[in-house]
């Protein structure tokens, strides 16, 4: 009887049904999801012809892997990342009339996707450098390649883990109202977002200081909704604020920035944070570092290969963000973990 089929098919079914009502005793109890975002600043992967040609040079030498080669570990270890795309992937020869002016040829997205990059936002002040079609090139090239872009009313939208996960993205210099960031929020949260990131394209150009108009903005959408307020224009790190339990990084500053030859200020970073979702519910919990960077492995140019900072540098840079975050809520450790 030992090897009875029907005995053993009636200790398979047992076996079975345990195992079910484990699983069924486990979701009920709401094990806790956690997602992690990486955030990095102004990324330009074309040029402005009538200055120079070079990151497209350094494209065609070494390939589209190179540019995030460095910080791939990190981009390609996380569950979504994203940054601010400041230019456009068009071959349109209609330049918007303004001083600068960026594109680069559909295929320099490969940068983004060897990069691990999944989202961007195109709510800046250089999507139309080269008018509508220029915009609509763009787009193109990222749904073709399904990267992720949000703008305005357009809400970008990513599913991992079962953890759904919303980016709206504004620009103040087209002027951004109360309502609309409440509105789109409000939106996301209709369409069962678990987590809101709302990416404000503001202040003055190479201003460290946040403005007053940021900063009420900013934690005007932390208290509608948002569970992380990202921000970028000025091409230089801005502070960090910690209100109401969310995180503001008010300019994560250039990246890969195909945009200077030699930016003055090289200093940048990864903002990655990871959030703990259970039964649907975003907690208070949350764990956020910054990954201190330079947006060239070079010193004295840019080479357009973005590089985390080791020893001194990543100590020199720390130092900075603490004082630039100076009297909001946040300090950042030794090791990059905000406190």
Request: charged residues 25%; hydrophobic residues 30%; proline residues 3%.
């Amino acid at each position: 009887m030992k090897n009875n089929p029907v005995r053993i098919y009636f200790i398979m079914c047992i076996f079975v049904m345990c195992l079910c009502t484990h699983t069924c005793v486990a979701y009920a109890k709401g094990d806790v999801t956690t997602i992690t975002i990486s955030a990095a600043g102004d990324t330009t992967l074309g040029i402005d012809s009538r200055y120079c040609g070079t990151f497209n040079s350094y494209y065609n030498d070494k390939g589209s892997a190179y540019f995030l080669k460095n910080v791939r570990p990190y981009f390609g270890n996380d569950d979504i990342t994203i940054v601010n795309f400041e230019g456009t992937l068009t071959e349109s020869t209609s330049r918007a009339a303004k001083k600068y002016t960026f594109k680069g040829p559909a295929k320099h997205v490969k940068v983004l996707k060897k990069g691990s990059v999944e989202v961007v936002t195109l709510a800046n002040n250089h999507s139309f450098d080269f008018g509508k079609r220029g915009f609509e090139d763009t787009k193109h090239t990222l749904k073709k390649n399904k990267i992720k872009f949000c703008r305005n009313k357009t809400i970008a939208y990513k599913k991992v883990k079962g953890v759904k996960v919303a980016f709206i993205g504004f620009s103040q210099l087209e002027g951004v109202s109360e309502n609309d960031v409440k509105t789109a929020i409000k939106t996301a949260k209709k369409k069962s977002a678990d987590i809101v990131i709302v990416s404000f394209h503001w202040g003055i150009e190479r201003d460290y200081y946040p403005s007053g108009r940021q900063k009420y903005i900013g934690r005007y959408a932390i208290k509608a909704g948002a569970s992380l307020v990202l921000g970028h224009h000025p091409h230089v790190l801005q502070g960090i604020e910690k209100y109401k339990g969310r995180y503001i990084v008010y300019s994560l500053g250039n990246f890969c920035f195909g945009g200077n030859v030699n930016p003055d200020d090289k200093d940048t970073m990864i903002f990655q944070q990871t959030f703990y979702v259970k039964k649907g519910k975003l907690l208070k919990k949350s764990d956020a570092k910054v990954i201190p960077c330079s947006l060239s492995g070079k010193t004295y140019t840019n080479d357009y290969q973005p590089t985390p900072l080791k020893e001194k540098g990543k100590k020199r840079l720390i130092q900075k963000i603490n004082r630039l975050s100076h009297g909001m809520n946040v300090k950042v450790g030794r090791n990059g973990k905000l406190k």
